[in-house]
């Protein structure tokens, strides 16, 4: 069955960086454009970066253009987020995803 692992969150002061990673099984990764969301605490899930199969192509939701990048290894089966100049409001539960699956998540705290 599909699953998706996502880890490397954590709590960052503002400014700082993490990078996400999100390892995949049960379905051809190198075949499937990916995706990552976030949800920040009492709001909605949102689409925050997606890439296409051979990482030609990225796309970014405008509040994280430039400071985030979305990346993927085939080898690996691995999707990752590197996010950089992180801000207060950039803290969520950030899922990697591609249709309507996605994983169980990891946290990410941005405070000082």
């Known amino acids: 069955q599909v699953q998706l692992v996502e880890s490397g969150g954590g709590q960052v002061q503002p400014g700082g960086s993490l990078r996400l990673s999100c390892v995949a099984s049960?379905?051809?990764?190198?075949?499937?454009?990916m995706r990552w969301l976030r949800q920040a605490p009492g709001q909605g899930l949102e689409w925050i970066a997606g890439i296409n199969t051979g990482a030609e192509n990225t796309f970014y939701k405008d509040s994280v253009k430039g400071r985030f990048t979305i990346s993927r290894d085939n080898a690996k089966n691995t999707l990752y987020l590197q996010m950089t100049e992180l801000k207060p409001e950039d803290t969520a539960v950030y899922f990697c995803?591609?249709?309507?699956?996605r994983g169980q998540g990891t946290q990410v705290t941005v405070s000082s």
């Open positions: 995803g591609y249709l309507h699956y």
């Open positions: 049960g379905f051809t990764f190198s075949t499937t454009p």
